[in-house]
């Protein structure tokens, strides 16, 4: 006899077989084949907690994964790069499912492993404070390989399609949250080798994170009022991911 077994080990990261707008759940489509089986999963387990998804991302050269995917306030900022194309962005602004008027595209080109999805690079701590890597805040301008651009698209109260708005097209992401007024604390490469910026936002400037980072970034938390629930994970982020890879939101307000 022979037995062929696949075991879904990425399971764990619960993030990315799905995206939880303020609308409700979005299936995403999986860039990894091996993964692909687990979206299957996830969606009959909400059909069984009575939440159905409102939508699934059905582009055969589409593709969508849920670490790409982070509200901010009444924005949706959703990543661009390795994992998400812009086919499926595309493909949820036809199809309605952001629930907010306003959605941003954070395009990267490294395309890395090391930095696959937005919450790898980025993360949000309140309305008016961030995070985001050494390698993606100290980078100048578009000759930088790691320098984030942005696209912005926008629609009225009320109005279900969405316009792409030329004045922010191919604008720095960085420079556009800091007009905005929003703070960035910076992770420096020791900190994000350590998964540092992949926590979770567990309410405004509360995050739980994985212990064991560096005293300078500690302080930068201190400094900026954020309570800090520190996690040993270190065997778990091996996966290449952290507390924000590994759950998911089963509601969002708006």
Known sequence: AQYVHNPLMNMYFLRDQSVTTPKGHIMCRMNSSQRAPEVDIIEACYEQLGEPAIYRVKGEDSYLEGGDYIPFGTISLIGQGLRTNQKAIDELLENNCFGHDTVVVVHERWKDQYQMHLDTYFNVIDKDLCTMCFNRYDAKDISDINYLTMDMYARKPGQTSYHLDEKYSGKGFREFLESR?????????????????????IDARHIMSV????????????????????????????GYGAAHCMTQVLSRGR
């Not at 930068?220 to 040993?232: I, Q, S, T």
């Open 181 to 201: 007024g929003v703070k960035i604390i910076r992770v420096s490469k020791e900190d994000a080798d350590h998964y540092a910026n992949n926590f979770l936002t």
């Open 211 to 238: 212990a064991g980072q560096s005293k300078s970034l500690g302080d930068e938390y201190e400094r900026y009022g954020v309570r800090v629930e520190w996690v040993p994970l270190d065997n778990l982020i091996g």
